[in-house]
Nanobody
Framework: QVQLVESGGGLVQAGGSLSLSCAAS????????MAWFRQSPGQEREFVAA????????FYPNSVKGRFTISRDNAENTVHLQMTSLKPEDTAVYYC???????????????????WGQGTQVTVAS
């Protein structure tokens, strides 16, 4: 079982930047597809970004494309989410998630991920 620990959340002004990190342990990191999701109160968990096991392929929804960048360091067992041009609607708890790289299901579907971190709050003030 993979253990995931997020860090880096906080309060930022609209238009600002914030970087999140997720440290993984318990399984070979390079065997995992990694992703970020977010959830606001009363809302469903929303896909934010994903990265393939090698880091060669990334995925974003239109809502964050061009503003957020996901990256990974397989030597350090970490995945990062760089967020720029933040908007108040980006306010949410951000979760790191992992699944086996051979899993070919919908990469944006939260139910396709077996392992989750505890989440980190990101608040964007207007």
């Amino acid at each position: 079982q993979v253990q995931l620990v997020e860090s880096g959340g906080g309060l930022v002004q609209a238009g600002g930047s914030l970087s999140l990190s997720c440290a993984a342990s318990g399984q070979t990191f390079s065997d995992l597809t990694m992703a970020w999701f977010r959830q606001s109160p009363g809302q469903e968990r929303e896909f934010v970004a994903a990265i393939s096991y090698s880091g060669s392929t990334t995925f974003y929804p239109n809502s964050v494309k061009g503003r957020f960048t996901i990256s990974r360091d397989n030597a350090e067992n970490t995945v990062h989410l760089q967020m720029t041009s933040l908007k108040p609607e980006d306010t949410a708890v951000y979760y790191c998630a992992a699944r086996a790289a051979h899993n070919s299901g919908d990469i944006a579907g939260p139910f396709r991920y077996a392992c989750w971190g505890q989440g980190t709050q990101v608040t964007v003030a207007s």
